[in-house]
T-cell receptor, first 113, second 114 residues
Framework: EAGVTQFPSHSVIEKGQTVTLRCDPISGHDNLYWYRRVMGKEIKFLLHFVKESKQDESGMPNNRFLAERTGGTYSTLKVQPAELEDSGVYFC???????????FGSGTRLTVV | GNSVTQMEGPVTLSEEAFLTINCTYTATGYPSLFWYVQYPGEGLQLLLKATKADDKGSNKGFEATYRKETTSFHLEKGSVQVSDSAVYFCALSDKGTGGFKTIFGAGTRLFVKA
């Protein structure tokens, strides 16, 4: 079974530009999560999809971040316009049940300069 | 709110040494507890879990026991190997207003020297 795939693995953009991160979950996993780790600190929750619906987006930092999961398959996370503090590693995870034990992707390292 | 606190790293050990990484949590309900590991260049992998008090999770020689009385879930291994060098994250999953959410600690980096 293929794992959770994230693209790109690295992205370096200038402040004010737009970046779109993509996550392909494990096929059949209804639950999809986005997390972010900034500067070696804790991994912080961003949001949770169940199929195509946003179950919980309480962790989204502000309205510069937009997440979508059209059709309940892959998800995108767009940052527009990017700021310096958005730099970090963005992880996507998926699971069949929402009670924990996720499968994570390798992450996208975003650097805003 | 819920939170996870784990010991700061890095932790540096020699091969075959005993490992303990401390983790304590705060939760309003009855969470499930997890340890995840991130090897260099890879994503997080679930290492072990425990879903109720006094449960012991174990995998690859690692163990952790869910201690409700001390709100702890310390990770232990009797004899570490160089290949165990990685970042270890303690986490809890609990049901909130938006459904279940997993919260992570800051991670502890482990270096094992040959």
């Amino acid at each position: 079974e293929a794992g959770v795939t994230q693209f790109p693995s690295h992205s370096v953009i200038e402040k004010g530009q737009t970046v779109t991160l993509r996550c392909d979950p494990i096929s059949g996993h209804d639950n999809l999560y986005w997390y972010r780790r900034v500067m070696g600190k804790e991994i912080k929750f961003l949001l949770h999809f169940v199929k195509e619906s946003k179950q919980d987006e309480s962790g989204m930092p502000n309205n510069r971040f937009l997440a979508e999961r059209t059709g309940g398959t892959y998800s995108t996370l767009k940052v527009q316009p990017a700021e310096l503090e958005d730099s970090g590693v963005y992880f996507c995870a998926s699971s069949q049940v929402e009670t924990g034990g996720y499968t994570f992707g390798s992450g996208t390292r975003l650097t805003v300069v | 709110g819920n939170s996870v606190t784990q010991m700061e790293g890095p932790v540096t050990l020699s091969e075959e040494a005993f490992l303990t990484i401390n983790c304590t949590y705060t939760a309003t309900g009855y969470p499930s507890l997890f340890w995840y590991v991130q090897y260099p260049g890879e994503g997080l992998q679930l290492l072990l879990k425990a879903t109720k008090a006094d449960d012991k999770g174990s995998n690859k020689g690692f163990e952790a026991t869910y201690r409700k009385e001390t709100t702890s879930f310390h990770l232990e291994k009797g004899s570490v190997q160089v290949s165990d060098s990685a970042v270890y994250f303690c986490a809890l999953s609990d049901k909130g207003t938006g459904g279940f959410k997993t919260i992570f600690g800051a991670g502890t980096r482990l270096f094992v020297k040959a």
